[in-house]
């Protein structure tokens, strides 16, 4: 089975310029999570999908950050414009209505913001 | 509010037995887990602990006393693989139920 699935791994941009990372989850896996992860920090929640519902998008930046699930699947996280303090890791996470295994990781994109 | 907390960083020598703990204060409590992180790539389960006592999975094992908001991971005849950052993780499971991460703690098993 494959697990999450996400890309790029790695991006450089320069400050003002748009980005996207996409996900792809594990199959059946309707809860799909984008975290965000600073050096040295835990990850911390962008925001939750349901399907094709954010149910939790309380910590998204809204005024730069955006996300959308379309078909309740794959998603993607853009920010526009991007910033200094952006540079982070950006992890996507998927799990099932099991919770016994919590959540399944995908490897992140590294955002470097110059 | 939300708070958990663990040790920034821990070291322990190769075949001994290192304790992780975690203390939190959540608005609610839906269960913990235990996640590995290796440096530069994604946490990966561990653990999961709902109710009180502990559970064991090989050379790793979790605790938890919901009373006293507290939990720990113990590893076993350690190896220098086991050195990697180990994040606590509580299921908030009010609203939208969602995992709160600790910051997590480093360690380093040396030979």
């Known amino acids: 089975e494959a697990g999450v699935v996400q890309s790029p791994r790695y991006k450089i941009i320069e400050k003002k310029q748009p980005v996207a990372f996409w996900c792809n989850p594990i199959s059946g896996h309707n809860t799909l999570y984008w975290y965000r992860q600073n050096l040295g920090q835990g990850p911390e929640l962008l925001i939750r999908?349901?399907?094709?519902?954010?149910v939790d998008d309380s910590q998204l930046p809204k005024d730069r950050f955006s996300a959308e699930r379309l078909k309740g699947v794959d998603s993607t996280l853009k920010i526009q414009p991007a910033e200094l303090g952006d540079s982070a890791v950006y992890l996507c996470?998927?799990?099932?209505?099991?919770w016994g295994h919590g959540y399944t990781f995908g490897s992140g994109t590294r955002l470097t913001v110059v | 509010g939300q708070n958990i907390d663990q040790p920034t960083e821990m070291t322990a020598t190769e075949g001994a037995i290192v304790q992780i703990n975690c203390t939190y204060q959540t608005s609610g409590f839906n269960g913990l887990f235990w996640y590995q992180q290796h440096a530069g790539e994604a946490p990966t389960f561990l653990s999961y602990?709902?109710?009180?006592g502990l559970e064991e999975k090989g050379r790793f094992s979790s605790f938890l006393s919901r009373s006293k908001g507290y939990s720990y991971l113990l590893l076993k005849e350690l190896q220098m693989k086991d050195s990697a950052s180990y994040l606590c993780?509580?299921?908030?499971?009010?609203?939208?139920?969602?995992?709160?991460f600790g910051t997590g703690t480093r360690l380093q098993v040396f030979p």
């Open positions: 993780a509580v299921r908030d499971g009010v609203g939208t139920d969602k995992l709160i």
């Open positions: 602990n709902v109710l009180d």
């Open positions: 996470a998927s799990s099932s209505s099991d």
């Open positions: 999908y349901e399907n094709e519902e954010a």
